[in-house]
T-cell receptor
Framework: AQSVAQPEDQVNVAEGNPLTVKCTYS??????LFWYVQYPNRGLQFLLK??????LVKGSYGFEAEFNKSQTSFHLKKPSALVSDSALYFC????????????????FGQGTTLQVKP | EAGVAQSPRYKIIEKRQSVAFWCNPI?????LYWYQQILGQGPKLLIQ????????DSQLPKDRFSAERLKGVDSTLKIQPAKLEDSAVYLC?????????FGSGTRLTVV
């Protein structure tokens, strides 16, 4: 079964410092990996995804993620954190639907709360 | 393009009552998902539709939850009767290829 794990419930960083939110995955075959952000009382907003190609993926709002196949990780990073980055972050992997190579449900980690302090 | 629309945004009901949520996906997105997000947890799939057919409903508590997607567009998720543990945010998403778009969700509180 495919799964993702986010080992940290909460990450605290000071504004202006680099941030990393960790994600590891377990899949059979090539992984399709995603990061979403959720602000209070809002839905999930897409940040970035890895399907194939370069291991460093750039996304929205200055975020990027590094795909590491040997460590089965897909950590989210940002060089300089903003207070407005404080939110709940979810890593997800696509589970391949039966008989389909185009769609499949997303399987989410439990989420990591990012707190950026001024 | 317009996003995934969900209504209502909030709902408070008493246990054993029934409730229904509505979702309008992005035009042209054949696949529609309903997720349940309990506080402090990641979203978990309840049901997945491809057009108006069910692809995966293995995690749907079928004794109380039902969902339909008439004409392969809008979808409705119903809970009857509700339990306290159904308190959660219910997220609808639609997808085309590798892109998934989520609605703002419906926050359900069962008291």
């Amino acid at each position: 079964a495919q799964s993702v794990a986010q080992p940290e419930d909460q990450v605290n960083v000071a504004e202006g410092n680099p941030l990393t939110v960790k994600c590891t995955y377990s899949v059979s075959g090539n992984p399709y990996l995603f990061w979403y952000v959720q602000y209070p009382n809002r839905g999930l907003q897409f940040l970035l995804k890895y399907i194939t190609g370069d291991n460093l993926v750039k996304g929205s709002y200055g975020f990027e993620a590094e795909f590491n196949k040997s460590q089965t990780s897909f950590h989210l990073k940002k060089p300089s954190a903003l207070v407005s980055d404080s939110a709940l972050y979810f890593c997800a992997v696509r589970d391949m639907g039966p008989g389909s190579s185009n769609t499949g449900k997303l399987i989410f980690g439990q989420g990591t709360t990012l707190q950026v302090k001024p | 393009e317009a996003g995934v629309a969900q209504s209502p945004r909030y709902k408070i009901i008493e246990k054993r009552q029934s409730v229904a949520f509505w979702c309008n996906p992005i035009s042209g997105h054949a696949t529609l998902y309903w997720y349940q997000q309990i506080l402090g947890q990641g979203p978990k799939l309840l049901i997945q539709f491809q057009n108006n057919g069910v692809v995966d409903d293995s995690q749907l508590p079928k004794d109380r939850f039902s969902a339909e997607r008439l004409k392969g567009v809008d979808s409705t998720l119903k809970i009857q009767p509700a339990k306290l543990e159904d308190s959660a945010v219910y997220l609808c998403a639609s997808s085309l290829g590798h892109g998934y778009t989520f609605g703002s969700g419906t926050r359900l509180t069962v008291v």
